[in-house]
């Protein structure tokens, strides 16, 4: 079965630092999407990022970049420059190509100080 | 637009009560699915459509039932409510059903209680 594990429950982070949430993967597939969503406390889903298996170059959108390591089965996400609209959590997320089925990851708290 | 509507935002049921969760989106999107959120739990997929007609099984489908009658409307049955059912449900859709090359956006959720 296909698991998503995100082993920080709970990160905090100084406003203008930057952070690195992490996230491993499990399949034997091998083409597959990756990506982060950010649930900020509104309860609002948003997707922060998208990677896709086959592209070997690291997504990036403005602040938020990802460390994609296909081998190692890692996909996580930094955060630069962070401000205090980036307090939310992050889920890591994963489909498969052609199944439709998305497997989300436990979230990750990350709190950023002022 | 209005995007992905989800009713009621909030809702307490009683034990062996039943009722639906009603969502609909505007982009004419192909897929659509809900999800539930437990604390420690992430989201799980509880069923999904790639179209008008088309249902399938997500992970945890049991106590669930959906329909797709037409391209817009989503909505989750929950055929008697048990507490194990207390959760906060998400609906998503997004463009087509290529799973993972478009955005899925999602619905603002249902916090649903039941005792």
């Known amino acids: 079965a296909q698991t998503v594990t995100q082993s920080q429950p709970e990160m905090s982070v100084q406003e203008a630092e930057t952070v690195t949430l992490s996230c491993t993967y499990d399949t034997s597939e091998n083409n597959y999407y990756l990506f982060w969503y950010k649930q900020p406390p509104s309860r609002q889903m948003i997707l922060v990022i998208r990677q896709e298996a086959y592209k070997q170059q690291n997504a990036t959108e403005n602040r938020f970049s990802v460390n994609f390591q296909k081998a190692a089965k890692s996909f996580s996400l930094k955060i630069s420059d962070s401000q205090l609209g980036d307090t939310a959590m992050y889920f890591c997320a994963f489909c498969h190509s052609g199944t439709y089925k998305y497997i989300f990851g436990t979230g990750t708290r990350l709190k950023v100080l002022a | 637009n209005a995007g992905v509507t989800q009713t009621p935002k909030f809702q307490v049921l009683k034990t062996g009560q039943s009722m639906t969760l009603q969502c609909a989106q505007d982009m004419n999107h192909e897929y659509m699915s809900w999800y539930r959120q437990d604390p420690g739990m992430g989201l799980r997929l509880i069923h999904y459509s790639v179209g008008a007609g088309i249902t399938d099984q997500g992970e945890v489908p049991n106590g669930y039932n959906v329909s797709r009658s037409t391209t817009e409307d989503f909505p989750l049955r929950l055929l008697s409510a048990a507490p194990s059912q207390t959760s906060v449900y998400f609906c998503?859709?997004?463009?087509?059903?290529?799973?993972?090359?478009?955005?899925?956006?999602f619905g603002p959720g249902t916090r649903l209680t039941v005792l």
């Open positions: 998503a859709s997004s463009y087509t059903a290529t799973s993972g090359r478009d955005t899925q956006y």
